[in-house]
Every structure is written in C-alpha cells, then in structure tokens.
C-alpha cells in the first residue's frame, strides 16, 4: 500500500466497531511499537489504540473520523487534515494530524491537533 492508503486504513479504524476487524485495519497500517498522540491521549502500541478507539466510540456513539485533504509526504513524515463527523453527518471538530513512517510504510508515529492553530499574538 502506498501512504494515502495506508492513512486511509488507518482512518477506517476510528469508525470500524468490531474490534477484531479494527485489529486487522491497524495491522495493515500500524507498525508493532508505534505511538499515537493527541491533546488528550498518549498512547503506545496496537493494543493501545485499540483501546483508545473504544472509549472513543462509546463517547461519541455513531461518529466517525473523515480525511479532509490528501496526505502530503516527505522524508517518511506526513501529514493530514481531518474532521470528526457527528452521526448526522454534522462537523463535530476539525484537526491535523502530522506522522512519521516506519522503514516498511506503516505508520510508526502519529500526533493529533484538534481545532485550528492559535492565532498569533
């Protein structure tokens, strides 16, 4: 797979409920020992996450995560654009995430921004 696809595997989790199908998508798009990181979690490992993805399903029933630009890739770091889409279909939040890749293409790093940045002083 190439890096938009596995971002986009990676994002399939956030909504996937069954955990055992949640396990394969990050099989595919995570490496064994990566981190995920955002404003309210810091996490380490598929395990983790798998976790993590949970509480967040149960905290926002129905909701999903959606790629709002493509993925921009540069010396194994990447970055994208993101908003979390309530059950309706109405925007919750907006963030960016920024990522480094593991030597075979999984994701072995991942930092979460929510919102827009601060404005300047």
């Excluded at 986009?8 to 996937?16: A, F, K, L, V």
């Excluded at 409920?17 to 595919?28: C, I, S, T, Y």
Aim: charged residues 25%; glycine residues 10%; without cysteine.
């Amino acid at each position: 797979m190439n890096t938009q696809q596995i971002v986009d595997t990676y994002g399939s989790s956030w909504g996937e409920p069954d955990v055992a199908k949640r396990r394969q998508l990050l099989e595919q798009s995570l490496a064994d020992d990566a981190t995920y990181t955002d404003p309210q979690s810091d996490v380490a490992g598929r395990d983790g996450l798998i976790e993590l993805i949970s509480g967040f399903q149960a905290q926002v029933n129905g909701a999903k995560i959606v790629a709002t630009s493509a993925v921009d890739v540069h010396h194994e770091k990447f970055r994208f654009t993101w908003a979390m889409l309530a059950a309706d279909g109405s925007r919750m939040i907006e963030g960016i995430d920024f990522g480094e890749l593991a030597p075979d293409g999984r994701i072995k790093k991942i930092v979460g921004f929510f919102g827009p940045p601060p404005a300047a002083p």
